[in-house]
T-cell receptor, first 111, second 117 residues
Framework: DSGVTQTPKHLITATGQRVTLRCSPRSGDLSVYWYQQSLDQGLQFLIQYYNGEERAKGNILERFSAQQFPDLHSELNLSSLELGDSALYFC??????????FGAGSRLTVL | DQQVKQNSPSLSVQEGRISILNCDYTNSMFDYFLWYKKYPAEGPTFLISISSIKDKNEDGRFTVFLNKSAKHLSLHIVPSQPGDSAVYFCAASRGPNSGGSNYKLTFGKGTLLTVNP
């Protein structure tokens, strides 16, 4: 157990729908990072939050949004889902170091 | 534009031999490099890292070498064990931005290592 908790582990939905992925960082970590891993792709950085504020944005689509709440948990919202959004979504947390600790991921399947 | 490249999608070695995984990067601003290991159905786990001020870092059976002039790093596993079979990701960081709160990692696509008994 890495200490980073992601829910749900698996999610199957239809095109056009909206889903929310949740992440609880390790105790004491203020930073949360979201990554997407599609088939045959590496981990693509989506977005980072630090203590509730957005700090960096990567290849995140406009249909996707995220936030970090006062208790430091984070949610990634994916809307108007397309088949190509099927992927593993990882959350990672960090205590202001380069070493990110990852959760087990949420596998999203869009049918 | 892929800034971190792992050109070998897979590698197969015999138990007890050396595994060498390679990684190239293009962004000269990267100053910290990490290797992560990933088993199926799990998230990536941190393995070993190296700062750009060093050219070698060792931790047990794992050694990472950095050649800054060639923008190349490698991970050596000696001796390789069947439990080392996993996907290995190389990652790079530019160091902290935003007042020391952003340590975004850029990842390669990974190399699947298979260690045969």
């Amino acid at each position: 157990d890495s200490g980073v908790t992601q829910t749900p582990k698996h999610l199957i939905t239809a095109t056009g729908q909206r889903v929310t992925l949740r992440c609880s960082p390790r105790s004491g970590d203020l930073s949360v990072y979201w990554y997407q891993q599609s088939l045959d792709q590496g981990l693509q950085f989506l977005i980072q939050y630090y203590n509730g504020e957005e700090r960096a944005k990567g290849n995140i689509l406009e249909r996707f949004s995220a936030q970090q709440f006062p208790d430091l948990h984070s949610e990634l919202n994916l809307s108007s889902l397309e088949l190509g959004d099927s992927a593993l979504y990882f959350c990672a947390s960090s205590p202001r170091t380069n070493v990110l600790t990852f959760g087990a991921g949420s596998r999203l399947t869009v049918l | 534009d892929q800034q971190v490249k792992q050109n070998s999608p897979s590698l197969s070695v015999q138990e007890g031999r050396i595994s060498i995984l390679n990684c190239d990067y293009t962004n000269s601003m990267f100053d910290y490099f990490l290797w992560y290991k990933k088993y199926p159905a799990e998230g990536p786990t941190f393995l070993i890292s190296i700062s750009s001020i060093k050219d070698k870092n060792e931790d047990g059976r794992f050694t990472v070498f950095l050649n800054k002039s060639a923008k190349h790093l490698s991970l050596h596993i000696v001796p390789s064990q069947p439990g080392d079979s996993a996907v290995y990701f190389c990652a790079a960081s530019r160091g902290p931005n935003s007042g020391g709160s952003n340590y975004k990692l850029t990842f390669g696509k990974g190399t699947l290592l298979t260690v045969n008994p």
